[in-house]
């Protein structure tokens, strides 16, 4: 229903994509590139201009970042269109999963030739750069702005056309070699893909996905503001459209409180005494777990647009997320067997993913200083934009008092662009709205 001169969510994304597509049917354009915020269903929209340029006899690839990545495509095309020739391009020691052994219609194989001539191929940049022969009019690349410049330039000879798709405010593609050599280079590898497209294609269209489906009413506006103050979105379901109960009762601890005004909020921050620590603290790693098996042993239970009548928050549906890997081994052996279907990974593993409820070590907790890395906008970016309805910061107290300690300083390089937003203000202002939680 139309409030005065709103659009309805929906009716705004479906006039997004409907441009979208017929910038790719114009054939005006060598590439097409959609920003997307977190949850505005990329994967949807590659699907289906996967489908419509197909079902127009246009052969097409698919190139994804992981293998993760692949097959979730190839599960969502062919339950789209069952009817559809899939390729599934692969290592030659893949195993290939449920999802993608479920679909009579998708052949596996690790070359071009032994995939029979598919509509569509699908397979990782990395597969794709090892393929010498062969090209189609049409190419797909999904989360685009994880994909490192080099590794574009070494597919690019295999398509014509190219869509791409992904989400500017995720983490930045990484190496673990030194890389200032090509700093300011308009082909800097260590750029994304989109990025280095737009320095030398700057009349590209570039279209902006508006709406999130996944974040509720309480997050949208909190993360557009800290990580796309430029572009903005909103989000697609309204405040009344979910709410977070709980079954049983609880103690009445500091752990109650942050569940109960995460589930009234939509967020909470469970602070912890201020202090240096250890990369991996104790502490903080047993406050996540024992946060996340309080929401489990409390019999959360989520009601939505999908589940309007209610559906529990089982243990499948609760993610933690961290910045180093030593932080999940901690977090996971505090979960122990109670929590063992609980997620918990980095954020770099957690990108792309989905869940009623989060709980977020925050990157700079009990640290002395804010290097590059905790102070990476992407990295908190993703941590906090992976629930549907609630989201619990577990940190130490002084954060702000660190932040304020120290100024981004980082060296300033003729050419090369500024990266907005910037992580220290993207901090301040996930903090800012955590404190008055």
Known sequence: MLTGLAIPPAAEAERVITAVLADLRSGNHRGVVVDSPPGAGKSTLVVRAAVELAAAGEPLIIIAQTNEQVDDLIDRLARKAPELRIGRLSAADYQPSERVKGHETVKVAAKVADLGGPAVIIGTAAKWATVTEGSWPW???????????????RVARRFERALFVGDPGQLDPFSTVETARWTGLTWDPMQAAVAVLLRHNPDLPVHRLPVSWRLPASAAPVVAAAFYPFTGFRAGTGPSDRALSFTEPGPGDALDAAVESAAT??????ELPARHTLRTDAE??????ALALRVLRRGAVAVSEHAPAGAPVTADRIAVGAAHRDQVAAIRAHLGEAGAGVTVDTANRLQGREYDVTIVLHPLSGRRDATAFHLESGRLCVLASRHRHACIVVARAGIGELLDAHPSTESVHLD???????????NQTMLTHLGAT
Request: charge should be negative; charged fraction near 15%; include cysteine.
């Open 284 to 289: 903080a790693a047993s406050a996540c777990a």
């Open 139 to 153: 190419a797909i690349v999904d989360e685009a702005y994880q994909m490192r410049s080099d590794a574009l330039l």
């Open 265 to 270: 909020t939509g967020w909470a921050l469970h």
């Open 416 to 426: 090369v662009p500024v990266k907005f937003p910037d992580g220290w203000v993207a």
